[in-house]
């Protein structure tokens, strides 16, 4: 068990390391953060709101994390795969699920890092108002847990591909597809088309979905296993799809 | 140490490796040879694991490496063709990483770097960023990486390409010193390699063992074998040969050179006979008795014909004709 976690641990400060080492951390967390502040104050309204939440500010990342979490996952195992890297990797002596975990739990700590150096939206709420910071902690959990299930596909695709447009392009799609899926106006197509079961089970399945609750301040148990089984179900089709290559 | 049973890949309908068999032990290195797409890499990647095999084992120091691959991969240190290498890290940083995932922590991770970074010369470019590196370099730091946790059992895949003349020297040193106390096989298609580090070598052929045995063993395979080479000064080509032709146990005679009025030509035994060398080499000598000799030699074999005539048979065929 102890050897399991110090594997672990050893892909994901490679990939850290690997990370920081390139521009692209650093590129990603500004825009990440220019997004935020510009989203939230000039088109989510944040002082029009007239309220203390930050509605206006986690309202945007679920679209956010459409575009920028693909751009943190595609190359994980895309690169690996072009730079042959795999063939070290995956001859080590552990097993490919330590190498999956290690890698995605690195991206994953990459990206809450990110979304951590958002506080100061939060330290100006508390500053201008008194909000429920119940709500303000469960709705950043939500996101934490949309940024992984969004990174688990990311994760899924890349090792599809050796080409990291390609993994990144099909990430996004099937984000979006999950997105989508909670979105009123798709809700309302097929209710217009007399199928309101699959308006229903495509709001299921969306991430907007599970992640409103959140921003209601509900930690719904439902929600928890849904992100949890979404990131469970990506990864180990990430392990699938790494055994039909070798197996050739 | 390694021991391969019937292994056999199939890439759809294609056969890639068919049915190859051998063991390697302690204190040995193999050298492994074939033309390209002969199946060695695949071969190599089975043993360590990497591609499952459609059929066959492979066992790495008792351990099955389908069955329990994780004891088996310990004991394996595996350059890959190319060598591959994380670009985005510092040499230091990749075998820091590579001792980690070898279970080496704290003291031992750093006696183990320090090992490896001496005897692959990286010293200059431990702080340098593998991106930055020349080829040479490189490898040796994907080197580095497979001798790091000092393994029983090496698995080197073209160690020795793109390294210059002097490198690859060095290179070859290392194997041969290693290969004392451990077991090893290299590929290779750079025939001196052969003789200059391995105890033994196998020569595959579109998936398939054609040749294994010494160098030595396989030298004597060679039409070369046991041929004699002489140089005659003052007596025409035509008399040379046709003179040899009388010798007993000849196959051929060929004229090489001819300038000068110096002749130099060539005699083959009859293959049966290229054990017995030396009788040959003196039956040779009586024939040309009486003529100016200025220069005789007893050949050894000739791994790269022996390579050859094994990998290309339609081809050395059309030669005998």
Redesign the interface.
């Given at each position: 068990m102890s050897t399991t976690f110090g594997n672990i641990q050893a892909i994901a400060k490679r990939e850290l390391t690997g990370f920081f080492a390139s521009p692209v951390a650093y590129v990603f967390i500004v825009i990440f953060l220019l997004l935020c502040g510009a989203f939230t104050f000039l088109f989510g309204g944040f002082f029009e709101r007239d309220q203390a939440s930050l509605a206006a500010f986690f309202m945007w990342h679920p679209w956010f994390y459409l575009f920028l979490v693909p751009a943190v996952g595609m190359r994980l195992w895309s690169e690996e795969r072009r730079q042959g890297t795999i063939e070290l990797l995956l001859t080590m002596p552990i097993t490919s699920s330590q190498a999956i975990l290690g890698k995605f739990f690195a991206s994953w700590a990459f990206l809450l890092l990110a979304l951590a150096l958002t506080f100061p939206v939060w330290i100006t709420v508390n500053y201008l108002g008194s909000p429920d910071n119940g709500v303000i902690i469960c709705t950043y959990l939500g996101s934490a847990l949309m940024a992984g299930a969004y990174l688990s596909i990311a994760c899924m695709t890349s090792a599809m591909t050796r080409n990291q447009v390609v993994a990144f392009i099909v990430s996004v799609v099937i984000c979006l597809v999950l997105v989508l899926g909670g979105v009123p106006r798709v809700k309302e197509f097929f209710d217009a088309i007399n199928l309101p079961w699959l308006g229903s089970l495509a709001a299921g399945m969306s991430v907007m979905t599970h992640f409103d609750a959140f921003q209601r301040g509900v930690i719904d148990f439902r929600d928890l296993v849904f992100f949890g089984s979404l990131i469970g179900l990506a990864l180990f089709t990430t392990g699938v799809i790494l055994r039909s290559h070798r197996t050739g | 140490m390694i021991r391969v049973e019937n292994l056999t890949?199939l890439?759809g309908t294609k056969r890639a490796v068919d049915g190859i068999s051998f063991s390697v032990e302690r204190g040995e290195v193999l050298g492994f040879l074939g033309p390209n797409g002969a199946g060695k890499s695949t071969t190599m990647?089975m043993i360590?694991?990497?591609?499952?095999p459609t059929d066959g084992k492979v066992k790495v120091g008792g351990f099955d490496m389908v069955e329990n691959p994780?004891?088996a991969?310990?004991l394996?240190g595996?350059l890959?063709?190319?060598a591959?290498?994380?670009?985005?890290?510092?040499v230091s940083?990749f075998l820091g990483?590579?001792a980690?995932?070898?279970?080496l922590r704290g003291e031992a991770k750093k006696k183990a770097i320090h090992r490896a970074v001496e005897m692959c010369f990286l010293e200059n470019v431990l702080h340098q960023?593998v991106e930055t590196l020349s080829k040479g370099y490189r490898h040796r730091t994907?080197f580095a990486?497979s001798i790091i946790h000092d393994p029983d059992v090496l698995v080197l895949d073209e160690p020795t390409d793109g390294l210059d003349p002097n490198q690859k020297h060095e290179v070859r040193g290392l194997i041969k010193r290693m290969g004392e106390k451990k077991a090893i096989i290299f590929s290779t298609h750079i025939l001196e390699e052969v003789d200059a580090a391995c105890s033994r070598a196998i020569i595959i052929d579109r998936g398939k063992i054609v040749a294994n045995g010494t160098p030595q063993e396989l030298r004597k395979k060679s039409e070369w074998a046991g041929a004699v080479t002489l140089r005659v000064k003052g007596v025409a080509g035509a008399a040379v040969s046709s003179k040899l032709y009388q010798v007993p146990l000849v196959n051929r005679v060929t004229v090489v050179e001819e300038k000068d009025g110096r002749v130099t030509v060539s005699v083959f035994p009859k293959p049966s006979e290229a054990g017995a060398n030396g009788e040959f080499a003196r039956a040779v000598g009586e024939a040309a008795h009486g003529w100016h000799i200025e220069q005789l030699q007893i050949e050894e074999g000739r791994l790269d014909e022996v390579f050859r005539s094994i990998t290309m048979p339609d081809t050395a065929q059309e030669v005998k004709k």
């Open positions: - | 890949k890439f990647r360590t694991g990497f591609i499952p994780i004891p991969k310990r394996i595996y890959p063709e190319n591959p290498a994380y670009t985005d890290m510092t940083g990483f590579a980690e995932i070898r279970g960023s994907c990486q």
